[in-house]
T-cell receptor, first 114, second 119 residues
Framework: KAGVTQTPRYLIKTRGQQVTLSCSPI?????VSWYQQTPGQGLQFLFE???????NKGNFPGRFSGRQFSNSRSEMNVSTLELGDSALYLC?????????????FGEGSRLTVL | AQTVTQSQPEMSVQEAETVTLSCTYD???????LFWYKQPPSRQMILVIR??????QNATENRFSVNFQKAAKSFSLKISDSQLGDAAMYFC????????????????FGKGTLLTVNP
């Protein structure tokens, strides 16, 4: 069974640009979550989607947005990039997302903002 | 809001020895899940062990076990017979069981403990 796939794995952008990251969950998983990982702040929750609906959103500015498609694939977008957006962005999928459901993580997308 | 604290940024252990990683958390809730995740240098996070707060028995998965002290809000991970492949960043995480506001759909992570295993 294929795992969670994130693309691209690495990307470099400049301040003011925007970026779109993609996440394909494990087949059959309907919940997709996004996390930002930085050395200073650690792992922070961005948002979670289930059946194309955002069920929860972390404390990030409106420049961070996401969506989920009918096939459960998800994208996140960051507009007007800032230097502080440089991070590893992790996507995780699960069957339902709630309770004790295990999250399966992808390898992440490493974003560098210059 | 819940917080998770890992007070040991780095730990090291000799191969075949035992090491304990500490985690404390703050919550006003009575029902929740706690997790330990492992992130090797390849960066893919992997679930190591899970504990339901309503269960008094400590979870065990092969060489990995936890010491869950609910009243003290402590959740430590013990790795027995450490192996070179155990070297990784370890994260403690909390998940609420409350449905309100979608709070049970996110994990709150600690800052992590980098574990080095010496041969």
């Amino acid at each position: 069974k294929a795992g969670v796939t994130q693309t691209p794995r690495y990307l470099i952008k400049t301040r003011g640009q925007q970026v779109t990251l993609s996440c394909s969950p494990i087949s059959g998983h309907r919940s997709v979550s996004w996390y930002q990982q930085t050395p200073g702040q650690g792992l922070q929750f961005l948002f979670e989607y289930f059946s194309e609906t955002q069920r929860n959103k972390g404390n990030f500015p409106g420049r961070f947005s996401g969506r989920q498609f009918s096939n459960s694939r998800s994208e996140m977008n960051v507009s007007t990039l800032e230097l502080g957006d440089s991070a590893l962005y992790l996507c995780a999928s699960s069957l339902s997302g709630g309770k004790g459901g295990e999250l399966f993580f992808g390898e992440g997308s490493r974003l560098t903002v210059l | 809001a819940q917080t998770v604290t890992q007070s040991q940024p780095e730990m090291s252990v000799q191969e075949a020895e035992t090491v304990t990683l500490s985690c404390t958390y703050d919550t006003s809730e009575s029902d929740y899940y706690l997790f330990w995740y492992k992130q090797p240098p390849s960066r893919q996070m992997i679930l190591v062990i899970r504990q339901e707060a309503y269960k008094q028995q400590n979870a065990t998965e092969n060489r990995f076990s936890v010491n869950f002290q609910k009243a003290a809000k402590s959740f430590s991970l013990k790795i027995s017979d450490s192996q070179l492949g155990d070297a990784a960043m370890y994260f403690c995480a909390y998940r609420s069981l409350r449905d309100s506001g979608g709070s049970n759909y996110k994990l709150t992570f600690g800052k992590g403990t980098l574990l080095t295993v010496n041969p």
